[in-house]
């Protein structure tokens, strides 16, 4: 079974500057998709950015990028120019490529990101 | 533009009440998924199914049942509530795996139940 670590219950960061979220995993599969997903107090689950295995190149979304250490499973998230709206509990998943992804998510316990104005 | 609709919001049940829990996609997405999120445990996936007819447990399935009668529903049956039930529950939807599909799963804005 696949696990899935995020060792920083919470950060803080001052506004307009730069934080990583941390995440690490295990499996013994080669194929699967990892994910950041972000929830606001409003509970909604927002993806924020996802990345193929089988890619090298780092997935990266507007002031949302990846850094994606395959060998060493290892999978953070860096926020630029943090903002007020980042504020929330930011969770990493993987999702395995097997079957489709039919069985769903694996989730870390989530890291709750502060934004200090 | 529905997405995933879960219903309802919130819930509190007492102590062996019944109840389901409503999850209905307008995606005509074939993958459909339970989680449940307590405090300091991030998600964890109750029931899963990959299509009309097919269901298959998760990680925590016990005290909850699923069936899937429609490619559009998905409901959630606690036969019987106790307290360690009391969670958010949330069910996503996903199209079958493939490039075009990016293996992204849609949530719902999650149902927050309570059981004294």
């Known amino acids: 079974a696949q696990t899935v670590t995020q060792s920083q219950p919470e950060m803080s960061v001052q506004e307009a500057e730069t934080v990583t979220l941390s995440c690490t995993y295990d499996t013994s599969e080669s194929d699967y998709y990892l994910f950041w997903y972000k929830q606001p107090p409003s509970r909604q689950m927002i993806l924020v950015i996802r990345q193929e295995a089988y890619k090298q190149q780092n997935a990266t979304e507007n002031r949302f990028s990846v850094n994606f250490q395959k060998a060493a499973k290892s999978f953070s998230l860096k926020i630029s120019d943090s903002q007020l709206g980042d504020a929330a509990m930011y969770f990493c998943a993987y999702r395995s490529a097997a079957g489709g992804g039919a069985d769903g998510l694996t989730f870390g316990k989530g890291t709750h990101l502060i934004i200090q104005p | 533009n529905a997405g995933v609709t879960q219903t309802p919001k919130f819930q509190v049940l007492k102590t062996g009440q019944s109840m389901t829990l409503q999850c209905a996609q307008d995606?005509?997405?074939?993958?459909m998924s339970w989680y449940r999120q307590d405090p300091g445990m991030g998600l964890r996936l109750i029931h899963y199914s990959v299509g009309a007819g097919i269901t298959d447990q998760g990680e925590v399935p016990n005290g909850y049942n699923v069936s899937r009668s429609t490619t559009e529903d998905f409901p959630l049956r606690l036969l019987s509530a106790a307290p360690s039930q009391t969670s958010v529950y949330f069910c996503?939807?996903?199209?079958?795996?493939?490039?075009?599909?990016?293996?992204?799963?849609?949530f719902g804005a999650g149902t927050r139940l309570s059981v004294l």
């Open positions: 995606m005509n997405h074939e993958y």
């Open positions: 996503a939807s996903s199209p079958r795996g493939g490039l075009l599909a990016k293996n992204i799963q849609y």
